[in-house]
C-alpha cells in the first residue's frame, strides 16, 4: 500500500538488486548440477528478479520510449484506477482480464507529479507525456 501512497519511494535498493543477481548466478549452476525440482524455484526467483527490474524500470520517465502503453497502464493504476492496470509485463494480460484502464482517460500534469517524484520537472513538459 506504501507504494502506492508513494510510488516514488521504492524500498529496493542497488545493494539488494546486486545481492538477487548474485543469488541467480549461484542458483543456475546449483540447479543444474542437482537437476531436480530446485530448477522451478531457480526459474522463480529468476522470474521475480526480472519483475522487479521490469517495475523499476516502469517507474523512470524515459521508460516512456520503451514500453509507452505499459507505463501509461501503470500510471493509471497509481493514480485513478487503481482497480487497472495490474500488469506490467505485458499490456494484453490486463486486456484479457478486463482491467485496462478506459480508452478516454487522460494523464494529468498532477498524476506525474505524483507518479514520478516532485522534482522531476523536465519531463513533465514533454506534450508526449501528457495522453
Known amino acids: 500500500m506504501n507504494h502506492h501512497k508513494h510510488p516514488q519511494d521504492i524500498k529496493i535498493s542497488g545493494f539488494h538488486r546486486r545481492l538477487t543477481f548474485a543469488g541467480v548466478i549461484l542458483l543456475i549452476p546449483l540447479s543444474i548440477y542437482l537437476n531436480n525440482y530446485f530448477t522451478v524455484f531457480t526459474g522463480f526467483y529468476i522470474g521475480f528478479m526480472l519483475y522487479s527490474i521490469l517495475h523499476l524500470i516502469l517507474h523512470r520517465p524515459w521508460s516512456k520510449y520503451l514500453m509507452p502503453n505499459l507505463q501509461k497502464s501503470h500510471i493509471h493504476h497509481h493514480g485513478k484506477y487503481p482497480n487497472k492496470g495490474f500488469s506490467f509485463s505485458m499490456i ?6 478486463g482491467t485496462l484502464p478506459p480508452k478516454e482517460a487522460k494523464i494529468s500534469k498532477k498524476m506525474l507529479k505524483f507518479y514520478f517524484k516532485e522534482e522531476d520537472h523536465d519531463h513533465l513538459q514533454d506534450k508526449k507525456f501528457l495522453m
Open 92 to 97: 494484453w494480460w490486463d486486456w484479457m482480464f
